[in-house]
């Protein structure tokens, strides 16, 4: 059994800052991408940024230059440094990873319980 526990969520305000993670636990082979998703209320579930095993990276537009993801293979973990937080920001955030288990085949996406982030204006 993979889980998926995500831990820095909170209240900030306008141009603040917060630093989320996301550790992967269980019988884990290998992970591919990890990432991080949010959804505000009313919304889609958007993609914010992924990285790679080898550390390359992907933003969503609206987190360049403000968010940073980076991750430690070694403890299967994946972060997010938000800066200049805006109340846009505001959502749940939900990390994921694609992750080769005991007894799989291949690799499947699994996803935390999600961390809500309040920006206050």
């Known amino acids: 059994q993979v889980q998926l526990v995500e831990s820095g969520g909170g209240l900030v305000q306008a141009g603040g800052s917060l630093r989320l993670s996301c550790a992967a636990s269980?019988?884990?082979?290998?992970?591919?991408?990890m990432g991080w998703y949010r959804q505000a209320p009313g919304k889609q579930r958007d993609l914010v940024a992924v990285?790679?095993?080898?550390?390359?990276?992907n933003y969503a537009d609206s987190a360049k230059g403000r968010f940073t993801i980076s991750r430690d293979n070694a403890k299967n973990t994946v972060f997010l440094q938000m800066n200049n937080l805006k109340s846009e920001d505001t959502a749940v955030y939900y990390c994921?990873?694609?992750?080769?288990?005991?007894?799989?085949?291949?690799?499947?996406?699994?996803w935390g319980q999600g961390t809500q982030v309040t920006v206050s204006s």
């Open positions: 994921y990873g694609n992750i080769l288990t005991q007894w799989a085949t291949r690799h499947h996406d699994y």
């Open positions: 269980g019988i884990i082979f290998s992970i591919h991408d």
């Open positions: 990285i790679a095993t080898g550390g390359s990276t």
